[in-house]
């Protein structure tokens, strides 16, 4: 049971310093050109997809997936219509919006994405993974 209560610990230290971090990178980020913002993000999906773990676990990549972590969010939230929303937390260009569902404007300067980009994006299919809720599959011995 105490593995849990850390587990819910740590999502929640989690998620509250990325609703800090992920609008100050925003604010750095948001003179970007969409390509440039497009490589930012391109980049920090490549580092958490390589170190991600460390913010499961610690080590010494804790602190650079983190912050890889919301710059990309930061990156896409700024590029992507409608916004981008991480375990339930949402970052849009829309002031005081509520979520992906709320009324978003189409981009102030919409632009073609580069060819070489849209390759990439075309190459690699992007699936849902549903990961089953840790608090229905635990089975405690009675």
Known sequence: MAHHDADSWQRFVLLETLDLAVPMHMVELQRCSPEALCGIASEAA????????????????????????????AAA?????????????????VPGCTGPDTDHPQPVNPQPVPADIARALNARPITDLHLPDPDSSSTEAA
Not at 50 to 67: I, M, V
């Open 77 to 93: 939230a700024l590029i992507a219509w409608g916004g981008v929303t991480f375990q339930g937390l949402h970052w849009c260009t």
């Open 46 to 73: 490549t580092f958490v997809g390589s170190h991600g773990d460390a913010l499961q676990f610690g080590g010494k990549k804790c602190a650079p997936a983190f912050n890889q972590l919301a710059r990309g969010l």
